[in-house]
């Protein structure tokens, strides 16, 4: 019999699941050794055959050395995610400012919890002073840095501001592109954002920003999806639902309201504002058409009321016109006002909505406000301080707050606006692009070759919102007028040449699905006949789009998950995968093959660490592993180099594939115009589905295959009648604008 001493000794010699080779019989041994029989009983050759518990074994973590390959990919083949331009993050790591001991005061969120949304939005009314919305957590750095701030830099300065800005109406920072980018690029969960920043900021109402009928998505969802949705974002620590549409179509923003209201949250429901009510001219949207539809949201039951002016088009006069009517009409219902900085009039027009009778505006930090994002809170606090709209906030706080965004900011450079962007722009009031949108079309543009056509793409998206009606624009409707005014840039299209070829040319599938009726009724109704001849015979969708889906199965959802990834699946995680199926699953397995990520310092996520660099990851509490960048080895014969780490004292290495030295030399053939039956590629990207193969025959208009770009999917469809003769692409090929997909002889 062993002693237990003994076991003991050789239990804890044990490597732990930090830094375990990744097949081992550990587990097991692990399991014997903490056998109540073995320790203590005496044991014969008939032990494991009586203990088939023994081979209940818990699965290896191996974070640490997923991470080693992770950076080891990274110092290999450079960032995982897309970079716009050739800026290296900052090597400086923001100083959080001191934050005092023990638990923060009393602010807003307790008397939302004791009072309700009701007691909570009458508080919020009777109010002295204006009240601020920070966005700097979300829509600022959606706005100027491609949505790409992590989790690791929003929870350094959480507890300073959860200390120093207690007094907040509220903290937006979940919501909009945040939940999809959280997974797709950051390789992060957004539900533990939210779980995180909940923690660490107890006492400031959180707010996001839902899409209505499309979540947080880009699509309509079955409804059971968005009242789930909203139930399991309350459970996480959500507060206040910001409710809209991006057509303000009353149908879809009623679910949403129903939805966020069902789930025990505030309600704020957000008219989209586009035009200029003080423009006698434009009277699609006139002061009337806002009224109206504040009526109908009011008459629903929102708590607050809000103006969303998503591209910062509200000058100071058109903002006392529309708040003053408001306000005269509703004088018992909070209003919210939320604007964009684009041309730079963003302070001057929220002083007006104060002056006029709003009750709270959104403001960003001021190392992280302007140009796109929102106006400057120090601006704000200041212009309103010893004034009846005083907002109760430091000064000197807001500086302290503003430096630390202001280093954290570096570590973002390949993404910052600033990069190709010296100022604002009042050219917005002419091409309206909101300023979320703004930075990430630009993004766009550069990813498809089109950076240095911008000035054009701008021009083309007014153009673009014409042809299609002049909608209220923001996601996801402003995502259609932007992928159709890279179309148009792409192709060298103008406005008159689109609605002539409108039947024969191939559009982006989020246009063909918005003429569709895909994401509901745009005011005024669709144009025609632009959408007659683009959709043909394709079929249209009546009334809400989400009321004709059927329920999703939410059980069957989870045991697929569980099926397909073999780890523990949490309702967050089913949600995730409700709303974005594909890019959840890629997270997931970008997980599995790297670790938690999300737990390195932004620096060596994005560009990983520098030979004979030394650093810390913190796993989790008591979990640190000290890791040493010794060495990058040569080029075998299979591709791969050896890249060498300490960790924890111990010599490491992992193998990594050099998929640039790897990389085939590879010339696709181009189409030939004067060739009728060769079908191009209409813009650079990755075939994500061929819907026909060598020796089918085709009709004119029908969908050959589908191409995607940086989220924009086109569907390239046949030019002509006849056979398909040769098929020149498959599923995940890469293309280049005109490269030949396949040849259809008549």
Known sequence: ???????????????TSLSSPPQTNIPFLQNVLSNNQFLYSTVDTQFIDENQD?????????????????????????????IPVNAKPSSTDPVVP???????????????????????????????????????????????????????????????????????????????????????????CPWRRLQELRALLPNVPFQMLLRGANAVGYTNYPDNAVFKFCEVAKEN???????????????????????????????????????????????????????????ELVKAGTHILAIKDMAGLLKPEPSRLLITA????????????????????????????????????????????????????????????????????SLEKVFDYSEYWEVARGLYAPFDCTATMKSGNADVYENEIPGGQYTNLHFQAHSMGLGNKFKEVKKAYAEANKLLGDLIKVTPSSKIVGDLAQFMVQNSLSRAEV????????????????????????????????????????????????????????????????????????PEDVMSAAMYPKVFDEFKEFRRNFGPVDRLSTRLFLDGPKIAEEFEVELERGKTLHIKALA??????????????????????????????????????????????????????????????????????QPLCVLSAMKMETVVNSPLSGTVAKVYVKVDSSLEGDDLILEITE
């Open 1 to 15: 019999m062993l002693s237990f001493s003994f076991s003991l000794s050789l239990s804890l010699s044990l490597p």
């Open 54 to 82: 023994l081979f209940n074994l818990k699965r290896t973590q191996n974070r640490a050395q997923r991470l080693l390959h992770y950076l080891g990919h990274v110092m290999v083949n450079g960032p995982t995610t897309p």
């Open 98 to 188: 001191p934050v005092p001991m023990g638990e923060p005061p009393a602010g807003f969120r307790e008397v939302l919890l004791k009072e309700g949304p009701e007691g909570f939005a009458r508080a919020v009314r009777q109010h002295q002073g204006l009240l601020l919305m920070d966005t700097t957590f979300r829509d600022a750095h959606q706005s100027l840095l491609a949505t790409r701030v992590r989790t690791h830099d929003l929870k350094k300065i959480a507890p300073y501001v959860s200390h120093n800005f207690n007094n907040l109406f509220s903290l937006e920072n979940w919501g909009g592109a945040t939940f999809d980018v959280a997974m797709r690029f950051l390789y992060e």
């Open 237 to 295: 620590g959500m507060d206040i639902f910001r409710v809209f549409d991006s057509l303000n179509y009353l149908p879809n923003m009623l679910l949403g309201m129903e939805a966020a209201g069902s789930a025990g949250g505030v309600v704020e429901a957000a008219i989209s504002y586009t035009g200029d009510v003080s423009d006698p001219m434009r009277q699609k949207y006139s002061l009337d058409y806002y009224i109206q539809l504040a009526e």
């Open 326 to 393: 408001l306000r005269d009409r509703f004088p018992d219902v909070p209003i919210h006002v939320h604007t964009h900085d684009t041309a730079g009039a963003g302070v001057a027009a929220m002083l007006a909505c104060a002056e006029a009778g709003a009750d709270i505006v959104d403001v960003a930090v001021d190392s992280m406000a302007g140009m796109t994002s929102q106006p400057s809170m120090g601006a704000i606090v200041a212009c309103t301080k010893g004034t009846k709209h005083d907002t109760g906030i």
């Open 499 to 570: 609605e002539e070829r409108a039947d024969e040319l191939s559009f982006p599938l989020s246009v063909v699905e918005f003429l569709q009726g895909h994401i509901g009724i745009p005011h005024g109704g669709f144009p025609e006949p632009f959408r007659s001849k683009v959709l043909k015979s394709l079929p249209r969708v009546e009334g809400r789009p989400g009321a004709s889906l059927p329920p999703l199965d939410f059980q069957k959802l989870e045991t697929d998950l569980r099926a397909a990834h073999s780890t523990e699946i949490t």
């Open 632 to 701: 990058l080895g040569d080029l075998n014969k299979a591709g791969q180099r050896e890249v060498f780490f300490e960790l924890n004292g111990q010599l490491r290495s992992v193998l990594v594939k050099d998929t640039v030295a790897m990389k085939e030399m590879h010339f696709h053939p181009k189409a030939l115009k004067d060739v009728r039956g060769q079908v191009g590629a209409p813009m650079p990207g990755k075939v994500v589905e061929v819907k026909v193969k060598q020796g089918q025959k085709v009709e004119k208009g």
